[in-house]
């Protein structure tokens, strides 16, 4: 045996003590992953590792509490037979670690770590070894890796510059994702492959290095591009020129570079990934040559080369042009200065996350959509299905959902921090995941008795909201983790006599904690406003109000001919009181 699969030994809890033979060399080992080998064993106290073992997976002893490490040698580092393999709360800022190996996930979190010496014997840098170590400034890399595997940097925002010893052949996928602070990468000519979400979400990203003598790789304008030049393999930030040669921009190429401002396209690209301008908080501007066959920019916009599909937008007020039919996947993802989106009645599919994360910095304000549209209009200047019973998109500021509104889209406010209040109407019965994700401006949040589900992480990571209050009765499709990490504080407040609390939909009982949340009764009752057309015509369904709340009266649906609308009145003859 020379390697030991990665649950092997996965919670086997009367586990005390194992024997493990010389000459295996991989433990947790499971194709392309390491991980949890002896998770749980929480009764193993004595286990030795052989010196023939290479490599140790992530989480390999995770909850074995009752292993007595080395705790001596660097006070705060869980050490076992030379491997580190974890660390504790007193954990150093600074650690030399030139005598030992390192397991996957070692360091993993470890916030307090400012540097680190590794062992010149050091043939990898493993799986998350440093992932999330943000203040992990300064580290060098020995001359005797060959490999920098899966997540092994990933968001060590302190380190500005990496340089790759000339022996590494391997940088694996996300190995230094989400560095915002990493300006210039060196690869040596010995770098054989870099996995092409490597370098994803750098968005302080300046300028790659590349040996000369390279096989593999090259950098022309500071961009990584393959040998041949054909392949733009990672972007950097700033005011970008794509060498013409260039034929294809890998997806997630500038993914959430967020200094990217501007991109000019040559005539000789022929193909752009997926995702690869998503997450671009500056860009303000596509040029696309003119006789590219397959591209061209209209108004800073990317669109195809036919003008219908809009591949990638930009910030500001942005008007997509007559013609186009389809707002692509991602297409404004992370526009965190898009301030206004005018949708002409040519559009008619628009994708999957194409407003995503549109709203950070009180961003997105305002939908303006033709009148003659098929398939959306705006309302309250949201995004809407036609038939208005979908939202698609929402915006910042006081919001007002309207009353043909039964399903609040997945993400459609999602990190919203503009958005400080929203008046659910009584119309809505669902409430997607991700919905109103991380909107900081949240206080509080009114349901009403209409809901009946609310989708994962709905509410999750609203930082300020202090309560929820329901209406009507216990949801019945409640998803995950609805409401996770809100406001210190947070507790969920309900009307007496409504039912479902504790499980039981015929019972009015109110236990201490719904979905592990704490809960209360409230006093603050509803009420509601009936609209009267006063002579008009049309309809308009009552409002639900909180007694002593402010709220935004519904928009007018009446009309009557002669007449102009100028407010509402509290009677028939009455001076008007609100606008």
């Known amino acids: 045996v020379t390697s030991i699969g990665h649950t092997a030994f996965y919670n086997c809890t009367n ?17 392309d992953s390491w991980e949890g080998i002896f998770e749980g064993c929480i009764n193993l106290t004595n286990i ?82 440093f992932s999330g170590c943000k203040n992990l400034t300064s580290i060098t890399i020995p001359n005797s890796v060959t490999s920098i595997r899966y997540g092994a940097f990933m968001c060590c925002s302190g380190l500005t ?18 560095c915002s602070g990493l300006t210039s990468v060196t690869i040596p000519e010995s770098v054989e492959y870099i996995n092409d979400l490597a370098f994803l979400n750098c968005g ?35 005011d970008v020129v794509i060498p013409n040669g260039v034929t294809r921009i890998y997806g997630d190429a500038f993914y959430r570079y967020s200094g990217l401002t501007s991109v000019t396209i040559p005539e000789s690209v022929e193909y752009i990934g997926e995702w690869a301008f998503c997450g671009c908080s500056g860009l ?40 186009v039919t389809s707002i692509g996947d991602g297409a404004f993802s992370d526009r965190n200065g898009l301030t206004s989106v005018s949708i002409p009645n040519s559009v008619t599919s628009i994708g999957e996350y194409a407003f995503y994360n549109c709203y950070n910095c009180d961003g997105l304000i305002k939908f303006i959509v033709d009148s003659n549209n098929p398939n959306y209009k705006s309302v309250n200047s949201l995004l809407l299905t036609k038939d208005g019973k979908k939202l698609i998109a929402g915006v910042n500021g006081d919001v ?145 109000l909180i007694y002593d709340r402010a709220a935004n009266l519904n928009k007018n649906a009446f009309t009557r001919s002669g007449y102009t609308f100028l407010g509402w009145a509290k009677s028939a003859t009455g001076a008007v009181v609100y606008k």
Request: hydrophobic letters at 35%; aromatic letters at 10%.
């Open 15 to 31: 586990l005390k003590s194992l024997n493990l033979g010389n000459g295996i060399k991989r433990l947790g080992w499971n194709n």
């Open 48 to 129: 030795k590792i052989p010196a023939s073992v290479e490599e140790i997976g992530e989480y390999a002893f995770k909850g074995c509490d009752k292993i007595i490490y080395d705790l001596k040698t660097i006070p705060g580092v869980k050490i076992l037979d030379g491997w580190v393999v974890g660390y504790t709360k007193d954990c150093p800022s600074k650690i030399d670690l030139t005598n030992f190996n390192i397991a996957d996930g070692a360091f993993y979190g470890c916030t307090v770590l400012t540097s680190v010496k590794l062992s010149n014997s050091l043939k990898q840098i493993g799986y998350h070894v």
């Open 161 to 178: 510059s990496v340089t790759i010893p000339n022996r590494v052949t391997w940088i694996g996928d996300s190995a230094f994702s989400c």
């Open 204 to 238: 302080g990203l300046k300028s790659f290095i590349v040996s000369p003598n390279n096989p593999s790789f090259k950098s022309v304008n500071g961009l990584l591009l393959s040998k041949d030049g054909t392949s733009l393999i990672a972007g950097i930030n700033g």
């Open 284 to 323: 303000t501007k596509f040029i696309v040559d003119s006789n590219n066959p397959s591209y061209k920019s209209v108004n800073g916009l990317l669109f195809s080369k036919d003008g219908k599909t809009l591949i990638a937008g930009i910030n500001g007020n942005v008007v997509i042009p007559q013609g």
């Open 400 to 544: 007002v959902i309207p009353n043909s509104v039964t399903s609040i889209g997945d993400f459609a406010f999602c990190r919203c921090s503009g958005l400080t209040s929203v008046t659910i109407s009584d119309s809505v019965t669902s409430i997607d995941y991700y919905a109103f994700y991380g909107c900081s401006g949240l206080t509080s949040v009114t349901i009403p008795d209409s809901v009946t589900s609310i989708g994962d992480y709905a509410f999750k990571s609203c930082d300020n909201l202090k309560s929820a209050i329901f209406l009507g009765d216990a949801p019945r499709d409640v998803g995950n983790d609805i409401f996770d990490n809100c406001a210190d504080g947070f507790v969920i407040k309900v009307k007496k006599g409504t039912k479902g609390w504790n499980g039981d939909y015929n019972s009015t009982a109110l236990p201490a904690t719904w979905q592990g949340y704490p809960i209360m009764y409230t006093d603050q009752f509803s009420y509601k406003v009936a609209f009267n057309a006063n002579g008009g015509t049309g309809k308009m369904a009552a409002q639900t």
